[in-house]
């Protein structure tokens, strides 16, 4: 008789464990593993599909994700594809946005089943979940607003390197001799100190571009100068973007917004602290206060901020709190008070649901039917209480806010213009203007020579609007017809052509590099500008990304990935199409 009642009470205690399994995700796990030992794959399966998180902590729910992974990587291993691939998804089923690195496993998955494309869905989903992740979509844009500024430095620097070659050796010319056959050291170590001064003063490299502009302005021809025009207007635009990233960026780091972000990722803070908070980050901490089940101190958090601050956010933790401690009667009228603010938040309209068949009360359901019928719906499908979060919207806006809660256009409005002053390229430019404007009335030798358009050799201008210019030799050989200099002539050619051999073999070459470079050197200067900034703000914002999200993730998203492959689709086209036309092309 003892064994039979020893018997009845472990076969008790043992049907309320399994009984439970249905509302405690732990047992499921438990199963899980049970069944795996046991090979019983459908087993698996089903207590995989029952585990629900809406009632773990935050800290209760990222440990059972990360046991979920083990399970999914240790199937992946075993090449059991279709069980890795099922708890993948389930752990995105239940925590999307923290765990969208689980989307690059998927398309491993995917591409060892036979399927040689991508996923497009999954990089769609995966997108989408990066950008409403606050940090993820701020590393995005901080990365692009970056590069857009650096890549029209880099453009600048670049177009400025190619008159250089082309034009100082014509500066030094008329600077040094001014028209005298003799070489003055003095003309010498005055054009050395123009050159040279921002060492000493501004000790910085990044000035000589645009002071190298302003010495060779004469020489450049109408279509050049408007390009440089151009890029000059193209940084200045930029320029404005980059004040506005670095005031995001020093948002980020103020003490207030490093507040607002522990409160977000649920940091709880003593009394002291959170009686100092305004109203709106008063609610987000109590929403981290419910999520730890700290109703009651939420409840004191939520009421301080009196009746006259009213949030959809407010008043779902209040509902929710509610619910929890078993008031529905008063569960419902905050679930009303949210409705009154968004009739179509389905959270909201759910747990509305759920408290009125809780509350017991069939003509109140009917009531609220007419007002929304949404909860004809949701009545045979809610039982459990949906979780409230805080959307991420709240951080954008408090970092665009500088931590404060009210949006200031004239403060915004300071301080971008202070950090669009803070930038050297404003001096920059203003050195270059004083150079474009001084130096030609300064130095009137300067601008008088010019390249043989044979041989290139320097030679005086004619006349200011001359567009062709030919040394004597070359006139002599190219314009005067005379059989007696053919063979000179012929010396001369091959002299021109390895010349000019060399120039197109330097210009491929910096192609290989810096694709379509060679464009420069055949008057396409406004082409090379846009297919640059095209190429290098799509491969910077490739290069970049994926170093930051491999640093900061540990895994690259799939949609970086993909704009890394059309940079290099973009790298080919701009070469093939620099080609043409060449002798050495098509």
């Known amino acids: 008789m003892t064994k039979k009642i020893v018997f009845f009470l472990v076969g008790l205690v043992l049907f309320g464990s399994f009984s439970m399994a249905a ?17 019983d794959i459908p087993a698996v399966m089903e207590n995989l599909a029952e585990i629900n998180v809406l009632e773990l902590s935050p800290a209760e729910k990222a440990e059972l994700l990360k046991k979920l992974n083990e399970l999914g990587d240790r199937y992946f291993q075993k090449r059991n594809f279709p069980l890795a691939q099922a708890f993948y998804q389930k752990i995105l089923q239940l925590s999307p946005r923290e765990n969208w690195p689980l989307f690059n496993k998927l398309q491993k998955i995917y591409r060892l089943k036979g399927n040689p494309l991508w996923n497009f869905k999954n990089i769609g989903r995966q997108l989408s979940l990066v950008i409403e992740d606050f940090s993820a979509s701020f590393l995005l844009l901080n990365n692009f607003f970056n590069i857009l500024f650096f ?37 010498l170590i005055i054009l050395l100190i123009l050159l040279l001064w921002p060492l000493l003063f501004l000790g910085g490299w990044g000035y000589y571009p645009f002071l190298f502009c302003g010495f060779m302005w004469v020489y450049f021809d109408h279509d050049e100068r ?16 980059g004040s506005i990233n670095n005031y995001l960026e020093k948002s980020l780091q103020s003490p207030g917004f490093q507040t607002i972000k ?8 003593p009394e002291t602290s959170y009686s100092k908070f305004d109203n709106e980050l008063k609610v987000m901490q109590a929403c981290a206060y419910y999520n730890q089940h700290q109703l009651d101190t939420a409840l004191d958090i939520l009421h301080s901020t009196r009746n006259n601050f009213k949030s959809i956010l407010k008043f779902n933790l209040l509902g929710n709190t509610y619910f ?6 008063q569960s419902i009228q905050f679930y009303r008070q949210s409705l009154s603010l968004d009739d179509q938040n389905k959270v909201t309209l759910k747990n509305f649901t759920l408290a009125l068949l809780k509350n017991d009360n069939p003509e109140s359901i009917e009531f609220y039917l007419k007002n929304y019928p949404e909860i004809q719906i949701y009545r045979d499908k809610i039982t459990v209480l949906q979780a409230v979060k805080i959307p991420e919207t709240i951080l954008w806006k408090r970092l665009l806010n500088f931590s404060r809660k009210n949006f200031n256009i004239l403060n915004f409005s300071l301080n971008i213009l202070v950090e669009f002053f ?20 300064l130095l009137p030798n300067l601008g008088q020579s010019t390249f043989c358009n044979k041989c290139a050799k320097i030679i005086k201008k004619k006349s200011v609007e001359q567009s062709h210019a030919l040394c004597e030799d070359c006139y002599q050989l190219f314009l005067i017809k005379d059989p007696i200099f053919l063979e000179a002539k012929i010396i001369k050619e091959k002299e021109i052509n390895r010349k000019s051999r060399f120039k197109y073999y ?13 464009m420069n050197f055949k008057n396409k200067n406004l082409v090379f500008t846009s297919t640059f900034l095209v ?9 970049f990304s994926a170093l930051t999200f491999k640093n900061f993730f540990g895994t690259i998203p799939m949609f970086i990935n993909f704009i890394g492959m059309m940079a290099i689709i973009f790298y080919l086209v701009i070469n093939i199409y620099s080609l043409r036309g060449e002798n050495h092309g098509f």
Do not use: Q
């Open 23 to 39: 509302t405690n995700p732990w047992s499921n796990l438990k199963k899980i593993y049970i069944c795996d030992s046991s090979a």
């Open 151 to 187: 890549s029209s430095l880099l453009l600048f620097y670049l177009t400025i390197a190619v008159m250089f070659l082309k034009y100082f050796k014509l500066v030094t010319h008329d600077f040094i001799l001014g028209g005298n056959t003799r070489f003055e050291t003095k003309k």
């Open 226 to 241: 408007l390009n440089i025009k151009r890029i000059v207007a193209i940084i200045l635009f930029m320029t404005l973007i």
């Open 262 to 269: 522990n409160v977000f990722a649920g940091h709880l803070y």
């Open 324 to 329: 929890k401690k078993g008031n529905f009667g």
């Open 422 to 441: 803070k930038f050297p390229i404003l001096l920059a430019c203003l050195f270059m203007f004083v150079y474009i404007s001084l130096l030609k009335r």
């Open 506 to 518: 330097f210009s491929m070459i910096a192609s290989l590099a810096i694709p379509g470079f060679c």
């Open 535 to 543: 190429f290098f703000n799509v491969f910077g914002f490739y290069l």
